[in-house]
């Protein structure tokens, strides 16, 4: 087989540990392996398949209580690195109104843009 491509049921083995791992973050710290294979319409066995070997490789973790699960200290490896603060100064204030009071700011769109990218 050529390196790179899947075969068999490969493809749909890592669809359903993908789901399990959306489950677990949608559903929150605490979710049991029932609950995961309940809101996806997975067997119970293949849920704990899968989810044993996500926690093998530390992607989720059991909770200490052993009640649920957790995502695990590999997920934060595919997360971006937060953003550093952007350097210079912040936007300006808005001038006063003539009547003294403060008007809303109104802030560009490509400010704004600007504001997000690193």
Not at 9 to 15: D, F, G, S, W
Not at 22 to 40: C, D, H, I
Not at 41 to 63: G, S
Request: proline content about 13%; charged content about 20%.
């Amino acid at each position: 087989m050529d390196e790179g491509r899947f075969g068999g049921r490969q493809p749909q083995a890592v669809r359903n540990a993908l789901s399990v791992l959306s489950a677990v973050a949608r559903l929150g710290p605490g979710v049991t392996v029932k609950q995961v294979s309940n809101e996806l319409a997975m067997p119970a066995a293949t849920a704990y398949r899968i989810i044993a070997l996500l926690v093998a490789e530390e992607y989720l973790v059991r909770l200490p209580d052993l009640r649920g699960l957790a995502l695990g200290a590999r997920m934060e490896e595919l997360l971006p690195a937060p953003a550093a603060p952007a350097a210079g100064p912040g936007p300006a204030l808005p001038e006063p109104a003539p009547d003294g009071t403060t008007a809303p700011s109104r802030v560009s769109l490509p400010t704004r843009l600007q504001a997000l990218t690193p």
